[in-house]
């Protein structure tokens, strides 16, 4: 599910997701609000987008994608499967590396939101705190170099700070947390294959 309305992104999110699925996800995309989520109006918008969607039929699992994990908690409290938030897995499995991680992203705005779920799911792990660009970002996202240098730039700062792991700190973000992979200091975590996998081991299938 992808809490931002952008038919676009969902289809690049699903195909991300497929690497560590054993069959490839169906894509939903918020059919009202922002193309982007920066925000805290925007994430609670589209919370209620995601609480209240009208599935046609309920999957195996849902994953929700967008990094403020918008609406999962309550969609989860009426899906008969399970429902999983990005922002959430992506801490969990930094949890589980036992290690010292931060978050790269490009909303400064949603900062406390973002601080607020890492906390509550961080476990065994140490969260430094939310890296952000400065830019806007629309503008960025519409800049892939752009784009890449202002989150490695958080990445490297959040690496400097004892950062061991770096969290892409967003759905929309999946793509660039894929091409960063080799040049980042830290070790990259995307939060959309942390979710698939637990979708895969929930349904007792491992994939990537």
Known sequence: ???????????????????????????????????????????????????????????????????????????ALRAPCPVLGIGAAAARAASRAGTTFAVATTTPSLSPQIDTLMRRHAGGGRYLGCYCSQDEPAALMSDQTALDAALLGCIEKAHADGAEHVIIGGGPLGEAAERLRDKSPATLINPILCAAREVANELGSGHD
């Open 1 to 75: 599910m992808n809490p931002n309305s952008n038919a676009r992104v969902t289809a690049a999110m699903c195909a991300i997701a497929a690497r560590a699925l054993p069959a490839a996800p169906v894509g939903w995309t918020a059919p009202r609000g922002p193309q982007l989520i920066v925000t805290p109006k925007a994430l609670r918008l589209a919370a209620q987008e995601v609480a209240t969607a009208d599935l046609p039929l309920w999957p195996d699992a849902i994953i929700v994608s967008a990094f403020g994990d918008p609406g999962a908690d309550r969609l």
